[in-house]
């Protein structure tokens, strides 16, 4: 299969949530998530093939990172989450093309299927690779991790569960780090300044590889999920 084989079956005009094997289209501007929400995950759906416990990538690119994860770790299910039809043509490719059963793609922006399509405590990790920084001001509103998205990964993931985070912006690790602060139920694995340059055998991916090339500082966080913390228990 190559990438532009994938094809959306209706026009932007009638675009709606579908689901084919192995990937699931969650358009841009679409206002009646509600008549689909959670049902990906129900057992009468059939997207996930097997019962495995999830992770999810955010940011996957072309899926270098969790096309290898897949292949390594068959006990998972692992979910590519790419806001970017290309990118995710390309994943989508990789996982026909290897036949990784286990590989599931989204095409569509992280913070809507999350808040639409995954329910509460299903989730065994989350891993986010190299957001988009969009370091002006102006901008801001179009950033992945901020207070809302950390809320959202901390009610799909499980108790003890962790969201793993990698960036070559130091600003961006700094945002990061505050969303992740601020919320009592997400606790930092690594101790101030909660975060490593280093991670041997953390996987390789098109970002990582290009920034390292360029003799950028790749900054890595991991939180803990509390969720006791958070309910006052």
């Not at 043509?89 to 793609?105: D, E, F, G, P, T």
């Not at 901020?146 to 809320?151: A, M, R």
């Not at 912006?169 to 340059?197: G, L, M, Y």
Request: with cysteine; proline share 5%.
């Amino acid at each position: 299969m190559k990438p532009q084989d994938l094809k959306i079956p209706f026009t932007w005009e009638r675009r709606k949530p579908f689901l084919i094997d192995g990937l699931f289209y969650v358009p841009k501007y679409y206002d009646k998530h509600h008549l689909f929400e959670k049902e990906l995950f129900a057992k009468q759906t059939n997207f996930f093939l097997e019962e495995k416990p999830f992770v999810i990538e955010y940011c996957s690119g072309n899926g270098q990172w969790i096309a290898d994860k897949a292949k390594e770790h068959p006990e998972y299910n692992w979910i590519a989450v790419e806001i970017r039809y290309d990118r995710a043509s390309k994943i989508y490719a990789k996982r026909q093309n290897l036949n990784l059963s286990n590989l599931y793609v989204v095409l569509g922006e992280g913070l809507t299927f999350t808040r639409h399509y995954v329910p509460d405590d299903v989730i065994a990790e989350i891993y986010v690779n190299f957001p988009d920084p969009w370091p002006k001001k102006r901008h801001a509103k179009h950033r992945l991790v901020k207070e809302t998205f950390v809320d959202e990964m901390k009610r799909i993931i499980k108790k003890d569960g962790k969201a793993t985070l990698a960036t070559d912006d130091i600003e961006t690790s700094s945002r990061i780090i505050a969303s992740f602060t601020k919320n009592q139920c997400w606790k930092s694995v690594f101790k101030d300044p909660h975060f490593v340059n280093t991670w041997e055998g953390y996987g390789n991916s098109f970002f990582e590889n290009l920034f390292t090339e360029k003799g950028k500082k790749i900054f890595y966080m991991q939180f803990m999920n509390k969720k006791d913390r958070g309910r006052g228990i």
